[in-house]
């Protein structure tokens, strides 16, 4: 009788030690090939395996198959990758077209797969597959990254609650703080003049620079501001009147509420201030044209502006140092406030498993990789020796003979690595992020990042429906308020036609717009 209820009690916990082990493993392991992944360290799969992988392809980017990250990182993880890349013109066309014909890769790499995308092919068609069962087991530093911040996990969130997308995310200081200003120093110094703190200061700097020849050439050829290039830029100054740029969108939040500025009084005087910069020839005249670019990198490389607002330096690096950073105004309500700022999310939609990879673990361990620092080092730099080297004081450079390469410091880098053209899912920090941003830059963005928003909101999760109907008011009201924009700054308008613009606003669905950012926003807080 003993020996029965031993027996019975060893069943039973056999039983219990089983099932437990198996639930366990459904847990961790959600495919039949998960026993074939390594959980840690190199290589990934001790027996080669083959996926097939879907991206863009930068113009500055050599073949997939012979670059020079790809070919090393196949080498460390037994890994083969069947390339399907598709160059960037007429991408989102082929993107479109394989997800109809359902014609699906395993993985999804630098595709760029926006919200209402993921929101179609992963909520909706099930075609891409849900990430968040595998992360912590799987992708442990991308899963730390999203637990921690919420703007990021908030942005590659669908609105039924799943992940279906990873990021390109930037941390570093230089890169969430966009567009910089920046000052010519040089013209300071020779008109005798101070860095502006107001406004009103800012303009009397600008007039100087317009008759005082500081560029001591004898002409009156000075642009006292500039801008990067085309009517978006035109609102990086807004945070000195108050004006946030929250959920990628001319949005404001306060006490939870989502609000639209663009018929609030401090959003027109701020466009009266600019009109009258703009009238007296004190911004750049054809700022607000979509083909300016050649004209813009000419004024750049030769210091035509006297104040010019730019992400990086390395468009008029030759005359970096006539240039210095300045903190944001201090504006007419007291606002010091630089909005020029993100939540830290490059690309929403970076990286993306379809329902038809049969390696959905190894996948993630694949580029959960590049979310860590020496993995995101390896991504950006390369291997220490062939690609790139530290300098005295631990920071990595590109090798020489790479940077100064003949064909363009672009085109050689895109044989090494996929950074040239940004997208690909990885993390850039303040470790790596000297490729573009020199040393002014990363000082002029840590001067700003006290006066960034306390929190960088991202755009929150919406369903299908609010997603069409997003998109349907979102296309017509950007395009309308940035034509009215451009036309009050240049005088084509006058402000008596203030009231008229709001109406329009109204009209193309301004008030419905607000109110699917603030269903969407509550229930992202749940």
């Known amino acids: 009788m003993k020996m029965k209820i031993v027996i019975m009690v060893l069943i039973f916990f056999t039983v219990l030690f089983v099932g437990c082990k198996r639930q366990a493993q459904s847990f961790v392991s959600m495919s039949d090939t998960a026993e074939l992944v390594n959980p840690t360290g190199f290589p990934i799969v001790d027996e080669q395996i083959t996926m097939t992988l879907f991206g863009s392809r930068d113009p500055n980017h050599s073949r997939w198959s ?20 598709i160059p960037s013109q007429g991408f989102e066309e082929r993107k479109n077209l394989l997800f109809a014909a359902n014609d699906l890769p395993d993985i999804f790499f630098r595709s760029f797969i926006n919200p209402s995308q993921f929101t179609m092919y992963g909520v909706t068609s099930k075609q891409l597959i849900p990430l968040n069962p595998y992360l912590d087991e799987w992708a442990p530093n991308i899963a730390k990254i999203l637990r921690e911040n919420e703007s990021v996990r908030v942005a590659v969130t669908a609105s039924d609650g799943n992940i279906y997308v990873l990021p390109a995310l930037n941390f570093s200081m230089s890169g969430r703080v966009g567009l910089k200003p920046w000052i010519n120093k040089d013209w300071l110094a020779k008109l005798g003049l101070e860095i502006p703190t107001t406004p009103q200061e800012f303009k009397q700097v600008l007039i100087a620079f317009r008759d005082g020849d500081p560029n001591g050439n004898g002409l009156n050829d000075e642009i006292p501001l500039g801008f990067q290039g085309g009517i978006g830029t035109i609102y990086t100054m ?43 020839k004190l911004i750049w005249q054809n700022f607000y044209k979509a083909n300016n670019q050649p004209e813009l990198r000419s004024h750049l490389s030769n210091a035509m502006f006297g104040v010019m607002y730019q992400p990086y330096s390395d468009t008029f690096l030759n005359v970096e140092d006539q240039y210095t950073g300045f903190l944001p105004l201090i504006g007419p309500y007291g606002d010091q406030i630089w909005s020029a700022v993100t939540t830290g999310v490059n690309s929403v939609g970076a990286f993306a498993i379809s329902r038809t990879c049969k390696y959905p673990e190894a996948a993630l361990r694949w580029v959960d990789y590049f979310y860590s620092e020496e993995g995101s080092l390896f ?93 349907a008011i979102v296309q017509d009201l950007n395009k309308y308020r940035d034509e009215s924009v451009a036309k009050f700054i240049i005088g084509e308008w006058s402000f008596d036609r203030w009231d008229e613009y709001c109406r329009t606003l109204d009209r193309i669905g301004l008030p419905r717009l607000e109110r699917i950012y603030q269903r969407a926003f509550d229930a992202s807080r749940k």
């Open 66 to 85: 012979e670059m020079f990250f790809f070919k090393k990182y196949a080498e460390m993880t037994n890994i083969n990758l069947d390339f399907m890349e």
């Open 238 to 280: 807004g945070g000195s009147w108050g004006l946030e740029h929250q959920m990628e969108n001319t949005i404001n939040v306060v006490d939870g509420k989502v609000h639209f500025w663009l018929k609030d009084n401090a959003f027109k005087e701020y466009l009266m201030f600019m009109n009258e910069l703009y009238t007296e």
């Open 379 to 471: 991504y950006r730099y390369g291997v220490e020796g062939e690609t790139f080297y530290y300098d005295a004081n631990g920071n990595p450079h590109i090798n020489a003979n790479i940077r100064n390469d003949p064909g363009g410091f672009m085109r050689a880098l895109g044989m090494i690595n996929l950074v040239p053209g940004g997208g690909g899912p990885h993390l850039i920090s303040d470790n790596n992020d000297g490729i573009v941003a020199s040393e002014l830059t990363k000082k002029i963005a840590a001067d700003l990042m006290p006066f960034i928003p306390k929190i960088m909101y991202s755009r929150p999760p919406m369903n299908e429906i609010e997603q069409e109907e997003f998109f």
